[in-house]
């Protein structure tokens, strides 16, 4: 039951020592005049003869000494391995600290801890117009991580903003440089180091603690009511490269073949070149070696020369037109390419170059023409080649 109810022998129970006809609430001061006193007699002090109880210099001292505990303990911290922290005194700059366990002076420093190692990605991207005024959507995104951390955390404001800004304005202004043909196609590599070198000089004045990595160039895009046109150009474009790449590639299978065929021509030029000065030289001999017999007997020597002129001549024809005696003006026609052939046929062993006495005569005899017409004779001043007319 509860303390003031009745039926408890006439008797309260009120907590504050109060009778029963008192139910206010209990005096506050007298409440902490009696806790001081209590912890004061606890602690080694006297009560003062007032009534009022105050700490003795030993309690003091042990509450300074806790206090001071406490403060030294809250002092330790921890930077992680991927991290580096910025303390400031009094609001001001103090030092840098490396990882592992450190301390400061709660109250007095604070403590900023920087990651230093993780690679940060901040894309930047939005239509722009490019040298020859055509709008393209252009996406870039550029990597980086924080080296200093001092300068990354007060040289700025926000040091992560300021290079969004910058990245904006140098892609920018490259786009707007650049021709549509390049932004889309052929000049990608050629922008994407531009913009990183404008970047850089951007950023360096204001000591942003930052350091580029890279930029990665998104494929940059037309607008979507003219995509398809464009993609049509680009396509043929490709088509254009591939063509040019095939063509390489025959030029550098022909090439080769080409110079050894080249090498081939040069080679037999050369060997038909020593041929006839051989074969001249072969000749002025021969000539020089009948000299001496020409001027003894010229005559003889120049019907030698005919005959053997004119030998020479007859064994690469296959028609041989006969005149026959005066008075008589028949012309007897010898098909001698067939009778070799035939010839041949029947002898292998005759050579249907060679015409010889005995086989003209043998002929003659099969053909049906008096053999007394063809004769054998040295003499062939009346036998002359000729083109296959009568």
């Known amino acids: 039951?509860?303390?003031?109810?009745?039926?408890?022998?006439?008797?309260?129970?009120?907590?504050?020592?109060?009778?029963?006809?008192h139910q206010g609430p209990p005096d506050l001061d007298k409440v902490i005049r009696n806790l001081s006193g209590k912890l004061g007699g606890l602690l080694g002090g006297r009560s003062s003869g007032g009534g009022g109880g105050g700490l003795g210099s030993f309690g003091v001292?042990?509450?300074?000494?806790?206090?001071?505990?406490?403060?030294?303990?809250?002092?330790?911290?921890?930077?992680?391995?991927?991290?580096?922290?910025?303390?400031?005194?009094?609001?001001?700059?103090y030092q840098t600290v490396e990882p592992g366990l450190s301390w400061k002076a709660t109250f007095i420093d604070r403590v900023y801890p920087v990651d230093v190692e993780t690679v940060r990605s901040l894309p930047a991207s939005g239509f722009m117009?490019?040298?020859?005024?055509?709008?393209?959507?252009?996406?870039?995104d550029v990597q980086y991580r924080v080296i200093e951390?001092?300068?990354?955390?007060?040289?700025?404001?926000?040091?992560?903003?300021?290079?969004?800004?910058?990245?904006?304005?140098?892609?920018?202004?490259?786009?707007?440089?650049?021709?549509?043909?390049?932004?889309?196609t052929v000049g990608r590599e050629r922008v994407r180091q531009?913009?990183?070198?404008?970047?850089?000089?951007?950023?360096?004045?204001y000591q942003l603690g930052l350091m580029i990595l890279d930029l990665n160039f998104l494929p940059a895009r037309p607008p979507e009511e003219v995509k398809d046109a464009f993609d049509d150009?680009?396509?043929?474009?490709?088509?254009?490269?591939?063509?040019?790449?095939?063509?390489?590639?025959?030029?550098?299978?022909?090439?080769?073949?080409?110079?050894?065929q080249a090498q081939r021509l040069l080679q037999e030029a050369e060997a038909y070149k020593q041929q006839i000065s051989l074969r001249a030289e072969g000749e002025v001999a021969r000539f020089r070696e009948l000299l001496p017999h020409y001027e003894l007997q010229p005559d003889?020597?120049?019907?030698?020369?005919?005959?053997?002129?004119?030998?020479?001549?007859?064994?690469?024809?296959?028609?041989v037109v006969v005149d026959t005696p005066e008075g008589n003006n028949s012309l007897m026609y010898l098909p001698l390419d067939k009778l070799m052939e035939?010839?041949?046929?029947?002898?292998?062993?005759?050579?249907?170059?060679?015409?010889?006495?005995?086989?003209?005569?043998?002929?003659?005899?099969?053909?049906?023409?008096d053999s007394g017409q063809l004769r054998p004779t040295t003499d062939r001043t009346n036998i002359r080649p000729t083109s296959g007319r009568n």
């Open 1 to 21: 039951m509860a303390w003031n109810e009745p039926g408890n022998g006439g008797k309260d129970r009120d907590p504050w020592g109060n009778d029963g006809k």
């Open 61 to 93: 001292i042990v509450a300074l000494v806790i206090a001071l505990s406490v403060w030294v303990v809250s002092g330790f911290y921890t930077i992680g391995e991927a991290q580096r922290g910025v303390v400031l005194r009094f609001g001001k700059f």
């Open 129 to 140: 117009l490019t040298r020859d005024e055509n709008l393209v959507r252009v996406e870039m």
């Open 149 to 184: 951390p001092r300068d990354y955390l007060f040289n700025v404001t926000n040091a992560d903003d300021s290079l969004h800004q910058a990245l904006d304005s140098a892609l920018r202004y490259v786009v707007g440089h650049s021709t549509m043909d390049d932004v889309l």
């Open 194 to 205: 531009e913009t990183r070198e404008l970047l850089q000089e951007i950023i360096e004045p």
């Open 233 to 260: 150009a680009i396509a043929a474009q490709e088509d254009e490269q591939r063509f040019i790449r095939e063509a390489e590639a025959y030029a550098r299978e022909i090439e080769p073949k080409a110079r050894g």
């Open 300 to 319: 003889l020597t120049r019907q030698r020369i005919y005959l053997e002129t004119m030998e020479e001549i007859y064994s690469k024809v296959n028609k």
């Open 342 to 369: 035939q010839q041949a046929r029947r002898d292998t062993k005759v050579d249907p170059n060679v015409i010889t006495s005995d086989y003209l005569n043998n002929t003659n005899t099969s053909s049906g023409q």
